[in-house]
């Protein structure tokens, strides 16, 4: 029996998260195996190393793309994806995949697609045709990637529509759900006073999750709009979990603001807390607050609220259970007071209904890797538009 090669390439820590129940399924499906490429904030100690987390639940590293971070500054990130584009395309020539699988609309991602898209080497890609226009590149970057790609996995049928306007053939588009819901519906995870005590957080008393990644310039400074959420946070009395930001430009100034308030009273600073850590804590989460897709996407199927601050998420779907707020620190307060408090909020939040899939995400990818055809017309990409 022929067996495919998938070559996964993943940069971040939240992408990983998505990949797993994906990565899970191919290494179970007998005519798959995957080629596990690992770079960016992966390999940084500064931000986790969640290279370690990877490792942790059981997936061996075929291949390190270590780079380093982006610097800074003007052109950097363009020599630096230019660097890893490089390097991507040596280890795709090498090993020859039967395909490249990505996910989502991070800088990262051009660097393999390219080198995949250059070499011949098809590209299947999960999270096409989201909206995303707050992000620092993301709409940008995620349509560049599905017109270089030659199956799509949508998240939503929102999504596969905005596909097909594009242009994309029908036939190599297949909606399947978002990845999160597999994870969110996995009996894997530890008990959640398990993880609660190994943070050092009170499990009986409430708590807010809260991560901020850089802002698109739009919203200000990535500093100031972290001291604005840190210290309308500081006086809701309540338990605080912040997480560290992504790598991208702006997460020094960041970090930074972490350490500052990091041993205030209530306040549990973790760079980075996995896949499987994280979970229970959404689950048990009073409220999610900051600018991250969780806040938008794992929350809703919960029924958790959440308070999505800036406009990084502008233009995903928001369900009933999303308040939103500008980084500042008295119109955060007030969503905030309405999360925790508000008993028609909260009646509202109980009844939202997910658009993002009812799971089984990762088995549908893996199965139609194995059963889709390799040919030409695959590769020779040719655009739809309807009359």
């Not at 022929?2 to 820590?13: D, E, G, L, M, Y």
């Not at 530890?190 to 409430?206: H, M, N, Q, T, W």
């Amino acid at each position: 029996m022929n067996v495919r090669s998938i070559a996964v390439f993943t940069a971040n820590r939240s992408e990983f998260g998505l990949l797993a129940p994906i990565l899970r399924a191919i290494e179970v499906h007998p005519r798959l195996k995957h080629i596990l490429l690992v770079a960016g904030m992966h390999l940084n100690d500064a931000l986790g190393s969640t290279r370690r987390e990877i490792v942790a639940e059981g997936f061996e590293i075929e291949k390190y793309l270590d780079i380093g971070q982006p610097c800074e500054g003007a052109g950097e990130l363009s020599k630096w994806v230019g660097r890893l584009t490089c390097e991507c395309g040596e280890v795709l020539a090498g090993i020859r995949p039967d395909f490249l699988v990505v996910l989502g609309d991070r800088y990262e991602l051009l660097a393999p697609v390219t080198a995949a898209f250059l070499g011949g080497i098809p590209i299947a890609h999960i999270s096409g045709g989201d909206l995303t226009e707050g992000g620092l590149l993301d709409d940008t970057v995620r349509h560049t990637i599905s017109r270089m790609a030659h199956l799509h996995f949508p998240g939503t049928e929102a999504s596969m529509k905005r596909l097909i306007t594009m242009g994309e053939e029908p036939w190599r588009i297949r909606f399947v759900g978002e990845p999160c819901i597999d994870n969110l519906l996995s009996a894997e995870y530890p008990l959640f006073e398990e993880v609660a005590a190994s943070i050092g957080l009170d499990p009986k008393r409430r708590y807010v999750l809260c991560t901020i990644h850089p802002v698109p310039k739009k919203d200000g400074r990535s500093d100031i709009a972290a001291r604005e959420t840190f210290a309308a946070l500081a006086e809701a009395n309540i338990q605080v979990v912040i997480t560290y930001p992504n790598g991208d430009p702006g997460s020094s100034q960041i970090i930074a603001e972490i350490k500052r308030v990091k041993g205030t009273p209530g306040f549990v600073v973790v760079k980075s807390l996995g896949r499987i850590q994280y979970i229970p804590l959404l689950k048990h989460a009073a409220v999610v607050v900051g600018n991250s897709s969780s806040g938008i996407v794992e929350s809703v199927p919960l029924h958790v609220p959440a308070v999505d601050l800036g406009t990084r998420q502008k233009g995903r779907p928001h369900t009933a259970n999303v308040l939103r707020a500008p980084f500042d620190r008295e119109k955060i307060a007030h969503k905030l007071d309405i999360a925790l408090n508000d008993a028609a909020f909260h009646e509202s939040v109980k009844n939202c209904i997910s658009p993002f899939g009812e799971g089984g995400c990762g088995k549908r990818i893996a199965d139609i890797l194995a059963s889709v055809r390799l040919d030409e017309k695959l590769l020779a990409k040719r655009y739809f538009f309807p009359e």
